[in-house]
């Protein structure tokens, strides 16, 4: 089954398809990785996305398509993949379909409010690193780590006015993609808001698996 996967941050995605991996058997391919592949084993494609990382810039469509591409054509994409992060544009979509058919988009819906309840509501331990929620995973003791005593923290990517900026950056990324492939009948809407095995059953039903 080739699967796309779209979802606001916030909405599980890595968690989800890592569930859709065990579940399913092919491989969870995100562009991140893919890039960061590239560049470890220094392909030509990876020499240059390399490069424009380190210039500050954002990787073009070309050079990620072309990627994209390199990836779907390995031995274990050949049964099937979940895409995350890709496509992110009317033109990668476009592109995408020039050498792979998938069978369908899953839009992980979330609204914004539950979003920033989720992230921002998230704590990160300055000594260890461990992750904490203050409603949904708290730890014992209000602002220390259960693991080694340290400070917990909130990122400044977890407070509530950059989540607002990067749900905008989302939503008007992806609205178009929405539409695109719900027009084409591949969009299946998963609600994204209840515990992780709920989602994983509503995936399931969703998709008849």
Same mark, same amino acid.
């Given at each position: ?55 500050? =810039?954002? @990787? ?5 398509? #072309?990627? +994209?591409? /390199? &990836? $779907? ?5 050949? !049964? ?23 069978? =369908?988009? @899953? ?5 914004? #409010?539950? +979003?920033? /309840? &989720? $992230? ?5 331990? !300055? ?83």
């Amino acid at each position: 089954m080739k699967l796309v996967f779209l979802g606001p941050p916030g909405a599980g995605k890595g968690t989800l398809a890592a569930k859709a991996v065990e579940l399913l058997q092919i491989p969870h391919i995100s562009t991140g990785a893919i890039f960061r592949t590239a560049i470890a084993n220094k392909t030509p494609l990876g020499l240059k996305v390399k490069e424009i990382i380190d210039a500050g =810039r954002l @990787v073009d469509d070309e050079t990620t398509i #072309a990627l +994209v591409r /390199e &990836r $779907l054509a390995e031995a274990d994409a050949q !049964k099937g993949y979940i895409l995350d992060g890709f496509p992110r544009t009317i033109a990668q979509a476009e592109a995408l379909e020039g050498f792979s058919k998938i069978d =369908r988009v @899953v839009n992980f819906d979330i609204p914004d #409010a539950a +979003v920033i /309840e &989720r $992230l921002s509501g998230r704590r990160v331990c !300055k000594n260890c690193g461990a992750n904490y929620h203050i409603l949904f995973s708290k730890p014992k003791k209000d602002g220390i780590c259960d693991l080694c005593g340290g400070e917990l923290y909130t990122r400044d990517d977890d407070k509530p006015e950059a989540i607002q900026k990067r749900l905008e950056v989302y939503r008007a990324q992806t609205a178009p993609l929405i539409d695109y492939y719900r027009k084409k009948g591949l969009l299946v809407d998963v609600d994204a808001r209840p515990a992780v095995d709920q989602v994983i059953t509503n995936f399931r039903q969703a998709l008849k698996v």
